[in-house]
């Protein structure tokens, strides 16, 4: 039987620095859990620019559909702002996105108990969250037509279409039953029907799946009203499920909860492959960072979630991955910070490799 197959593409920025450490995790569930993975290593986005002149390689795309799953550090930087908008370092990952047919995305928002003080929010409303925004991906707003900037009389108009199928509602909604089966059983979905035609065929649409899945507790709120329970009593929350428009507003909103945005990690999930595995590209939310790229500051964790992520999702390792963000929960309990999570008391910040030191001993210490 052959080992699961790895694509990493760090990137650009902190992309490179915070894969190396994702890399060290990687090697130690090999050496030690006897869990080894076929890897290889590839470029995108701005790096891909640099060396093909374009921000996906098609050979890369290719591999990308074929691997188990992808692991993708950050794209983009200042370097590439005066670009086409087709050349963009951004472009690469959208391409991943739409030929892997990456449908459903995944973001939770957990805090751990450590970093509580963080949220802007009182910490006995944010301590102990864990819920999980998926989001779908790949139609609605951002993709609908008509759409641009047109003339109409003697002023211009811009157009964007919400347009939505059956079929891209479904399988979203079955995507995020699924998810619900495996937590709480609670799945809250969020729309506008109040207001929108798509809105109220997402609600049918989503209504008519719960059938299937008779023991998950299915809600349905307005996304505006969403947004205010939120930031109200998150903890009512388990599962929540959306659209384009409104799942990339609620999870940025959602994020921050935790107090930190470089602590977050994202799959994008599409279809089951051949051997029963759905496509999947893992990424940590935070972006590029060029303003510490190459000074050792940079937080690794939510990449290394993302990774976490990858061993539950697409590799059915399931007690690795708590294993793994177990190990990660000790080490910020017992007082390791990097740059971007020191508190106002101070102190000196953990580089970049020694937050991998920390977690990599604390896996040894979890065997």
């Known amino acids: 039987m052959s080992n699961p197959s790895l694509l990493i593409l760090p990137g650009d920025g902190i992309g490179p620095e915070v894969m190396a450490q994702v890399t060290r995790v990687i090697d130690w569930f090999g050496a030690k859990r006897d869990l080894p993975f076929d890897v290889e290593t590839d470029l995108v986005g701005g790096a891909a620019y640099d060396k093909h002149g374009t921000p996906l390689h098609d050979d890369t795309m290719a591999r990308a559909l074929e691997v188990d799953a992808v692991l993708l550090g950050a794209v983009g930087g200042p370097k590439y702002d005066e670009l086409d908008f087709s050349l963009k370092p951004e472009r690469g990952l959208l391409r991943l996105r739409k030929e892997m047919d990456l449908f459903s995305n995944l973001r939770p928002a957990q805090c751990f108990d450590a970093l509580a003080d963080f949220s802007s929010l009182k910490k006995e409303v944010v301590a102990g969250l864990d819920i999980m925004i998926v989001r779908e991906l790949t139609s609605g ?53 109040n207001v929108m035609e798509s809105g109220v065929l997402w609600r049918e649409v989503v209504t008519r799946v719960a059938a299937d899945y008779p023991e998950v507790e299915l809600s349905h709120m307005y996304a505006d009203n969403g947004a205010m329970q939120l930031v109200r009593a998150p903890k009512q929350f388990d599962v929540i499920v959306t659209d384009n428009l409104f799942g990339d507003v609620l999870s940025d909103c959602a994020a921050m909860l935790t107090g930190s945005l470089g602590m977050l990690p994202s799959a994008s999930l599409g279809a089951p492959m051949a051997n029963g595995r759905p496509k999947a590209l893992y990424e940590p939310v935070h972006g590029s960072a060029p303003d510490i790229t190459g000074q050792g500051k940079a937080n690794p964790i ?30 910020l309990a017992g007082g390791a910070r990097t740059a971007d999570l020191m508190g106002p008391e101070g102190g000196t910040p953990m580089s970049t490799t020694e937050m991998g030191d920390a977690i990599l001993a604390a896996l040894d210490a979890s065997l």
Do not use: H, W
């Open 141 to 193: 707003v951002y993709f609908g037509e008509p759409r641009g900037i047109f003339e109409e009389g003697n002023e211009r108009v811009g157009i964007n279409t919400q347009r939505y199928t059956e079929s891209e509602i479904e399988r979203v909604a079955r995507s995020a039953f699924e998810l619900a089966m495996r937590r709480d059983k609670r799945l809250c979905s969020m729309e506008k029907a």
């Open 302 to 331: 939510a990449c290394i979630l993302s990774f976490a992520m990858a061993l539950r999702y697409s590799f059915d390792q399931g007690d690795e991955a708590a294993r793994l963000e177990a190990a990660i929960e000790s080490v």
